[in-house]
């Protein structure tokens, strides 16, 4: 299975600061990359697909970037209704997450 | 817009068959991909399988040999079977459309519409 792995585990910022996500695969995934936010009791929402498309209804101060292995999830201005966990999401074989990227409020 | 609604048992006992079924509505099941993926308490996501509304499905390997996948079209439903649970198995229990394919020079593969989830817990 492809593994991916998040960094930071957790972040803390502050309303407008500019947060940046890294998602890394095990493996080549081309653009096979989808970025979710999931806040506390909710199921996660949709922010991002093949890697840099952004999702109807999505602000557009949300941006992804990446091909291949290495991926980036970027807020440029940090809103109060963005604090949540953000997961990346890898298609090769078969679908698998990203432990998960708590950013949360300084 | 599309609502998806998974409903079963919310307790089920070690080495027993956990049984859910995702209702969707505002729009048909045919002509797409349905998948249900779980999370246990305070961890990530797992996804589980998937289903084509002409029955053809896929199954994560770790789980395969104890997951079916079915779908009821004519009640616009498709339904998770998992046998022999254990503790391991207590999650919330997502349903959720999948989408696929390739655009524009690039490849997508995501999960549009999300249940709200079911807590499934595994004790005797």
């Known amino acids: 299975a492809i593994r991916m792995t998040q960094s930071p585990s957790s972040l803390s910022a502050s309303t407008g600061d500019r947060v940046t996500i890294t998602c890394r695969a095990s493996q080549g995934i081309s653009s096979y990359l989808a970025w979710y936010q999931q806040k506390p009791g909710k199921a996660p929402k949709l922010l991002i697909y093949a890697a840099s498309t952004l999702q109807s209804g999505v602000p557009s101060r949300f941006s992804g970037s990446g091909s291949g292995t290495d991926f980036t999830l970027t807020i440029s201005c940090l809103q109060s209704e963005d604090f949540a966990t953000y997961y990346c999401?890898?298609?090769?074989?078969?679908?698998?997450f990203g432990q998960g990227t708590k950013v949360e409020i300084k | 817009q599309v609502q998806l609604q998974e409903s079963g048992p919310g307790l089920v006992k070690p080495s027993e068959t956990l049984s859910l079924t995702c209702t969707v509505s505002?729009?048909?099941?045919?002509?797409?991909?349905w998948s249900w993926i779980r999370q246990p308490p305070g961890k990530g996501l797992e996804w589980i399988g998937y289903?084509?509304?002409?029955?053809?499905?896929n199954y994560n390997p770790s789980l395969k040999s104890r997951v079916t996948i079915s779908v009821d079209t004519s009640k616009n439903q498709f339904s998770l079977k998992l046998s022999s649970v254990t503790a391991a198995d207590t999650a919330v229990y997502y349903c959720?459309?999948?989408?696929?394919?390739?655009?524009?020079?690039?490849?997508?593969?995501?999960?549009?519409?999300w249940g709200q989830g079911t807590l499934v817990t595994v004790s005797s």
């Open positions: 505002g729009g048909s099941i045919s002509s797409y991909y």
């Open positions: 999401q890898q298609y090769y074989s078969y679908p698998t």
């Open positions: 289903i084509y509304y002409s029955g053809s499905t």
């Open positions: 959720a459309r999948k989408r696929s394919g390739y655009y524009d020079s690039s490849g997508y593969y995501y999960f549009d519409y």
